[in-house]
């Protein structure tokens, strides 16, 4: 079936980096735009960004403009999002999406969720 | 960027209520609004996209309306299972936000 598999459970420190993979399964990689939303706990949900696994053209929110990176392997069918310079306010769940371009382009498949925590 | 403003940020309702949700966007955003219902501990899940058309699989008493600045989510019908946080979210460029979300909580 269609899904998102992200990878687990991070704990870093102040000014560290992450890097949190997002695995696609069950349709055609390069067809759908990946989009990375975060919600920290008890709030709401917070777009980051995306990235077009064919192109490898991504678009960011301006909060994260010079902190966050967006990649992929296509041959593993992976996308991944690194955000840089870590402080306790990026503490949160970090979900990956995808997106149709055409037709629905809004976000149909959802990754389970990695949680983020950072902490000294 | 385009903000986007629900109402109410909580919502006490009953089973088998009719009830309501609004979303308010800062500039026209035609139809290209989509609505997410989240449960605890779960990704959101889509309902609703361009405003008005029902993802396959949600329930038919979910529906959409809208265009331009005003968009409404009703459910027809309150089931138990409804019971959680709705979003809605603009997609009319490629800043994609949300809503700041509604939770829909028992009366």
């Known amino acids: 079936q269609v899904q998102l598999v992200q990878s687990g459970a991070e704990v870093k420190e102040p000014g560290a980096s992450v890097k949190v993979s997002c695995k696609a399964s069950g349709y055609t990689f390069t067809s759908f735009d990946i989009n990375w939303v975060r919600q920290a706990t008890g709030q709401g949900l917070e777009w980051m960004g995306w990235m077009n696994p064919n192109s490898g053209n991504t678009g960011f929110a301006d909060k994260f403009q010079g902190r966050i990176t967006m990649t992929r392997n296509t041959s593993i069918s992976t996308a991944y999002m690194e955000l840089s310079s870590l402080r306790s306010e990026d503490t949160a769940v970090y979900y990956c999406?995808?997106?149709?371009?055409?037709?629905?382009?809004?976000?149909?498949?959802w990754g389970q969720g990695s949680m983020v925590t950072v902490s000294s | 960027d385009i903000q986007m403003t629900q109402s109410p940020s909580t919502l006490f309702a009953s089973v088998g209520d009719r009830v309501t949700i609004t979303c308010r966007a800062s500039q026209s955003i035609s139809s290209w609004l989509a609505w997410y219902q989240q449960k605890p501990g779960k990704a959101p899940n889509l309902l609703i996209y361009?405003?008005?058309t029902l993802e396959g699989g949600v329930p038919s008493r979910f529906s959409g309306s809208g265009s331009g600045t005003e968009f409404t989510l009703t459910i027809s019908s309150l089931q138990p299972d409804d019971f959680a946080t709705y979003y809605c979210?603009?997609?009319?460029?490629?800043?994609?936000?949300f809503g700041q979300g509604t939770k829909l909580e028992i009366k």
């Open positions: 999406a995808r997106r149709e371009v055409r037709g629905k382009r809004a976000f149909d498949i």
């Open positions: 361009k405003a008005s």
């Open positions: 979210q603009q997609y009319h460029s490629y800043w994609y936000t």
